[in-house]
């Protein structure tokens, strides 16, 4: 059998999970009603196996094991993620920590992703509403596609983007500059991503509306946990490629991987939902083929998303590595630039479906930025 070589590009094949919060209106309770909320809402859906609520097991790094501490014991198990119920469309839902959490099937098209998106937002609508069919009129079930919920905890997006080994290994072993590049770029992505917020949380400098709802949240630059102590590049190396045999047409599970990114807001817009997918698309096929411009990396990754998420003016700056101060949109359109150059030089053709239309839509949309023309953006971004 023809020895196969390792992919140099992948197609962007991107997945996520929705997480939404879910309580009972009216029914004030010390412990709060997510519980029975979560429970009542994936009790209307109807999936495979349905109905069983067996608890999952733990499959994630951060996450400790009894089997690990203790040999021979049977494999553990992560009672906050359980019910997993599986549609035909290829998504599913569960409960994650009390609320609600969906995925959707990986797709390779952005225009796929918005539409699977708004799919599964369909189907926990309806659920909801058949929940709180069940329950007295003044106490229906409110289910939010937010990302905090000013107690302490934050919820979003988790996007997964199918990548090559060697990608991974140059952006969390190797080569430290390309996570400092993913880490400016999906910072300043936030003025389009954010689903806006009202305050602050988590020990943040008050202010009275923000850009993200996330940004908070994040405290350091690169870690392998999601619940805690948030890393902007996440390192949680979990393929999901699959057990494939060699062939001449496809490549070996071992050199591909998956690029786990819990940074952004949770996107009902349209636009917004599509760029996020699509450009970052784009910026991941980017560094796959090494383009990467040192002086569009941030000098401090962390305090940039702060910044500039507590600045809804777009008019604050943050220091590039090189000394120059820069607002977000201004660094967008770096990155921008950098993508239509390699776009036109048909880099991209075979990787990101629609490329030379998510370039169409993230330029007018960092134009109108660039205009404040909040008015035109309104339909567009959260």
């Known amino acids: 059998m023809t020895p ?13 999970d929705y997480e939404f919060q879910n309580f009972i209106t009216n029914e004030l309770r010390p412990e709060g009603t997510g519980y029975e909320a979560s429970r009542l809402l994936l009790r209307q859906i109807e999936g495979y196996p349905g ?13 400790p094991t009894t089997s690990a501490a203790h040999p021979g014991s ?14 035909p469309n290829g998504m599913c839902f569960y409960v994650d920590l009390n609320h609600l959490e969906g995925c959707i ?97 988590n020990g943040r ?26 890393p902007i590049v996440n390192s949680r190396d ?22 786990h990114c819990i940074f952004f807001d949770n996107n009902l817009c349209h636009v917004a939902a599509f760029l996020k997918v699509g450009a970052m698309q784009l910026l991941l096929t980017m560094l796959e083929a090494g383009r990467i411009d040192p002086a569009l990396i941030l000098d401090d990754a962390v ?8 600045d809804p003016a777009l008019e604050t700056k943050a220091r590039l590595v090189g000394g120059e101060d820069i607002t977000a949109v201004d660094l967008q359109r770096r990155f921008f630039d950098e ?22 839509l993230w330029d007018d949309t960092l134009v109108k930025l660039a205009r404040r023309d909040f008015d035109a953006l309104a339909p567009r971004l959260d």
């Open 303 to 310: 305090d940039s998303v702060i910044r500039w998420s507590h």
């Open 105 to 201: 099937a990986e797709v390779v098209s952005a225009y796929d992703h918005v539409a699977s998106c708004h799919a599964l937002f369909h189907h926990a609508h309806l659920a909801a509403q058949r929940a709180s069919a069940e329950l007295p009129d003044a106490q229906p079930i409110a289910l939010l596609a937010n990302n905090s919920d000013g107690q302490g905890n934050s919820f979003g997006t988790h996007l997964n983007f199918l990548i090559t080994r060697g990608e991974w290994e140059n952006i969390f072993h190797r080569k430290p500059h390309h996570q400092l590049y993913l880490a400016a770029f999906q910072a300043s992505l936030q003025v389009i991503t954010g689903q806006g917020k009202v305050g602050a949380e």
């Open 51 to 63: 109905g069983e609520y067996s608890s999952s097991p733990v499959t994630s790094p951060d996450l």
């Open 238 to 259: 979990e393929p999901h490629c699959g057990d494939w045999s060699a062939s001449v047409s496809c490549p070996s599970p071992a050199s591909l991987a998956r690029l």
């Open 339 to 360: 993508a239509a150059r390699f776009v036109a030089e048909g880099r991209a053709d075979e990787f990101v479906p629609h490329a030379r239309e998510i370039l169409e």
């Open 4 to 16: 196969v070589s390792t992919p140099l590009n992948v197609p962007k094949l991107c997945g996520a």
């Open 74 to 87: 049977p494999p553990a198990y992560y009672s906050q993620d359980f019910g997993r119920k599986f549609l």
């Open 205 to 230: 400098d008050a202010v009275p509306f923000q850009i993200s709802q996330r940004a908070d949240y994040f405290e350091i630059l690169s870690g392998v946990q999601t619940t805690y102590n948030r």
